[in-house]
């Protein structure tokens, strides 16, 4: 198993510009979710799913769209990029039975905005 | 909604000795705790958590944590230090009654000298 993969590795984008982060796990996990890291404040959460079709806000959903059409699939979308998310951006996954089974997390995505 | 604080943003601790990292959180429902571990540029990983089973919880590396509900705390600790344990740590709470919604605290940066 690869775990969860993201791509790119690093990006740095100008004001403006839009991208879009790419999240993908071989678990067959239903939950994915999308964290950012800015020094100082831990990990906030993005936008979550607890399965295809299914997503909903998290702490600091503004400025990111998100889809679930598979399983293994949850990209993240920047419309246009501002300086304020600059930040590195980490996609986790896992089981949703009823229970809070951990985590498991991708490598993350640095970004840059300029 | 849920909250955590980790009092220090860094700790350091010589070799061998006594490590203690620590967490309180609030709650209005039965919550569920986890402490990750962050290694330089890398994802997160689980250490432990703790799901309303015992209350004292054994992780990997020879970390464990108890659930106090009456101090709100869920402490890491671990006997002896090693230099493998430099990293940052972080406490992260799901909501009860809806545990894909994980909250991380900001985080504590453990350095172990030799």
């Known amino acids: 198993n690869a775990g969860v993969t993201q791509t790119p590795k690093f990006q740095v984008l100008k004001t403006g510009q839009s991208m879009t982060l790419q999240c993908a796990q071989d678990?067959?996990?239903?939950?994915m979710s999308w964290y950012r890291q800015d020094p100082g404040m831990g990990l906030r959460l993005i936008h979550y799913?607890?399965?295809?079709?299914?997503?909903d806000q998290g702490e600091v959903p503004n400025g990111y769209n998100v889809s679930r059409s598979t399983t293994e699939d949850f990209p993240l979308r920047l419309l246009s990029a501002a300086p304020s998310q600059t930040s590195v951006y980490f996609c986790?996954?896992?089981?949703?039975?009823?229970?809070?089974?951990?985590?498991?997390f991708g490598p993350g995505t640095r970004l840059t905005v300029t | 909604a849920q909250s955590v604080t980790q009092l220090g943003s860094h700790v350091s601790v010589s070799e061998g000795a006594l490590v203690l990292l620590r967490c309180n959180y609030s709650?209005?429902?039965?919550?569920?705790l986890f402490w990750y571990v962050q290694y330089p540029n890398q994802g997160l990983q689980l250490l432990l958590k703790?799901?309303?089973?015992?209350?004292l919880v054994k992780g990997i590396n020879g970390f464990e944590a108890e659930f106090k509900k009456s101090e709100t705390s869920f402490h890491l600790t671990k006997p002896s230090a090693h230099m493998s344990d430099a990293a940052e740590y972080f406490c992260?709470?799901?909501?009860?009654?809806?545990?894909?919604?994980?909250?991380f605290g900001s985080g504590t940066k453990l350095n172990v000298k030799p």
């Open positions: 678990m067959n996990h239903e939950y």
């Open positions: 986790a996954s896992s089981q949703d039975r009823g229970r809070p089974y951990e985590q498991y």
């Open positions: 799913s607890v399965g295809a079709g299914i997503t």
């Open positions: 709650s209005s429902v039965p919550p569920y």
């Open positions: 703790y799901t309303s089973a015992a209350t």
């Open positions: 992260a709470v799901s909501e009860g009654n809806n545990f894909n919604k994980f909250y």
